[in-house]
Structure formats: structure tokens, C-alpha cells
């Protein structure tokens, strides 16, 4: 048996059965012709080693996939700001935040000035994610991993890149290759089978990674807008018997179907992902925990805001012919403060150095 198979037990029963339709069954006395049958799906995961309540309790631990799986075992809310670059990711850092999401969204925009639109290769999104991830090794990293970039072995390949890179997490969803921002229209869905294996793949990957790895698998679909809620859940449930830790439905639109979302996927951990003016409420992290999610993305909040910051700062350049107003007082040394200048300094004293004793 391949590394991680066997962590996929025979289930005779499930909360949310597969319901194929045969266009050649008999029909009935009442006359309809088509007999919805169902079929119990073939295996649950189950991997002991993961179970939420080996995470309760213990100090936090420094890898930060494990410590991702501790936080998401205790009490409180997850609150991940999306960041798009080594700036944003060090002003999350110096606010206190103790998980960051890397949005492909933001690193398509960011690395290649681009739009979410399938355009960004999984060499830019990994490339990213290292220079993020260390950072801060021991705080997790949620990393957006759009559709897997292919087939099962690029989902694989995906989950080995991040894993080495520093990632604490990755979603992964259902949209079609060609996909696109989760909050634009029209998005396309794979089949309830291809989201499957996809998840399969990259439980399995997880799972056969040299030495073990603590790395959180998230599912997520993008198939309310396309086929309705009901199918939006049932893909999560499916998702989660193939070994999905936490379940993401991209684009609920009201506080009532988020509830019943969570209610519906428990005892699985529910991701809401909020973007100013996108199809989902600007929850407030208190009124997400109050509805029950454990994990609040704010995925583009780093990339709009520095859209605003930079635009205005070279409208006032272009207008006043200085930077005066803009930079606000931040000299070039404040400015490296924020992105480590003291760290580097100390390395360099206590290795016995003196190359920054003056900057």
C-alpha cells in the first residue's frame, strides 16, 4: 500500500451520501422514472495522530504546523490577515498578529501585477511563501493553493513545495483550472469526484512526507454561486471524509448561512474568508467567532490598503514634486526598524561582529 493509503477506512455510512441519479431505472407505481440511489461513499480518513485532542494542551509549538493545529484545537478564533509581501507580512507581525494568509490573489498581484486569474504559476506562489515564512518560522502561514496547479501529482508537488517552504496550511479548491477570484462572477466547478481526489491527493502527500508533517489540509469550494449551498456542503462533507481539516465555503452571503454552514459541517472547523465589497459581509472577528468560525481571512486587506497609501503618495509626488507629506516622518532607519533592522543588528553583535555598530 502507497504511503498514507492506509489512513482511509472503509465507511458503510455517511452524513452526506453521493445521490447518482440512473436515467434507467424502473419506474415507479407514481411513474417517475428517475430513482435517485444512494451510494455510500468508499472511505473516511481518520489519522489518530491528528485527532484535535492531541493538540489541547502544551506549550505552543515553534513548528508552526503544529501549532496552527493547536490553535485551531482550543478556544478563540483564528484571525489570519492577508499579506502580499515581505512589507505587509512584517507590518502584520509588528500589530501582534500570530497567523498570516497569503492570498493568491495578493501574490499574483503583487509579484506579477496581475489579476486573480489563473496567472500566477505555483513557482510564484512558492517563492513567496518562503521569503513570508521566514519571516517568522514558528508563526503559521495559510497559503492559498488555488486548484493544485494540474492534476494529482502537481497537488502532491504542491504540498512537498510548501511543507519545505514553511507553510503552515494550504487550501485548495474546486473551481476549474482556468479559475478566478472567488468573489467574481462567473466561476465554473469541477465535479464532486475531481474536488475529491484532489483532496485525497494532497492528504496522501501530507501523509508521505519524509519525517512526518503536522501540515492542515483545507477544502475549499467555490460552488454556491455556481449550483447553491446544499452542493456547496456536500462537497465540504465529501471533502473532509477524504481527510480535510478544515472546510472553507468561498462566497456565503449571510450570517444565517454561515451558521448553518458550521452547523452542518461539525465537528470540522469552518473558514469565512471577508473582502471589503466581495460576496461575503465584512463580519467583524467577534461576530465570525459568534457564528462559529474558527478561522477569519481577511485576504486582501494589505494589497487594497497598500493600493490606497501608494497611489495617494505618487498622486502627491506627481503634484507637489516631493515626498515630504507622504513619507509622514519615517526616515529610512525607521522604516528598516519595521522590516527587522535590530534583529540583523543583534545577529551581528553576538556572532562578534561589528560591521553595524553604527547605523
Known amino acids: 500500500m502507497a504511503p498514507g493509503l492506509d489512513f482511509f477506512k472503509s465507511s458503510e455510512s455517511s452524513q452526506a451520501p453521493v445521490v447518482q441519479i440512473c436515467p434507467d431505472a424502473e419506474p415507479e407505481e407514481n411513474g417517475t422514472s428517475m430513482v435517485p440511489q444512494v451510494t455510500p461513499r468508499p472511505s473516511v480518513y481518520y489519522n489518530s495522530r491528528l485527532d484535535p485532542k492531541n493538540f489541547l494542551h502544551g506549550e505552543l509549538s515553534f513548528d508552526a504546523a503544529t501549532r496552527l493545529r493547536q490553535m485551531l484545537a482550543r478556544p478563540g478564533i483564528v484571525i489570519a490577515p492577508g499579506i502580499c509581501d515581505g512589507i505587509s507580512a512584517r507590518c502584520a507581525l509588528e500589530a501582534g498578529f500570530d497567523c498570516m494568509y497569503q492570498s493568491g490573489a495578493a501574490t499574483t498581484a503583487s509579484r506579477l501585477g496581475m489579476p486573480d486569474l489563473a496567472i500566477a504559476t505555483l513557482n510564484d506562489f512558492v517563492q513567496s511563501a518562503q521569503m513570508v515564512c521566514s519571516l517568522s518560522p514558528s508563526t503559521p502561514v495559510i497559503a492559498d493553493a488555488d486548484t493544485g496547479f494540474g492534476g494529482t501529482a502537481m497537488v502532491a508537488r ?13 487550501h485548495i479548491e474546486d473551481q476549474v483550472q482556468t479559475k478566478r477570484c472567488g468573489h467574481l462572477m462567473g466561476k465554473q466547478v469541477v465535479s464532486r469526484e475531481e474536488f475529491v481526489t484532489r483532496i485525497r491527493a494532497a492528504v496522501i502527500a501530507r501523509d508521505s512526507f519524509p519525517g512526518g508533517s503536522n501540515f492542515v489540509i483545507i477544502g475549499r469550494t467555490d460552488s454556491a454561486q455556481v449550483l447553491g449551498m446544499e452542493e456547496a456542503v456536500i462537497r465540504l462533507k465529501l471533502a473532509a471524509d ?7 465555503i468561498e462566497g456565503v452571503k449571510t450570517a444565517e448561512l454561515l451558521t448553518s454552514t458550521v452547523e452542518a459541517l461539525k465537528p470540522k472547523p469552518v473558514l469565512v474568508n471577508v473582502i471589503s465589497g466581495g460576496l461575503t459581509p465584512s463580519f467583524t472577528t467577534n461576530e465570525a467567532e459568534a457564528l462559529g468560525a474558527k478561522i477569519i481571512i481577511f485576504s486582501l486587506v494589505s494589497c487594497v490598503a497598500a493600493v490606497h497609501g501608494i497611489r495617494a503618495a505618487m498622486q502627491s509626488l506627481k503634484k507637489t514634486g516631493t515626498d515630504f507629506s507622504s513619507a509622514k516622518g519615517m526616515d529610512p532607519k525607521a522604516f528598516f526598524e519595521v522590516m527587522g533592522l535590530r534583529d540583523v543588528i543583534d545577529l551581528d553583535t553576538k556572532a562578534g561582529g561589528s560591521s553595524f555598530d553604527v547605523v
Open 242 to 248: 477524504a481527510g480535510a481539516d478544515v472546510c472553507f
Open 158 to 170: 504542491t504540498v512537498y513545495q510548501y511543507i519545505r517552504a514553511g507553510v503552515a496550511a494550504m
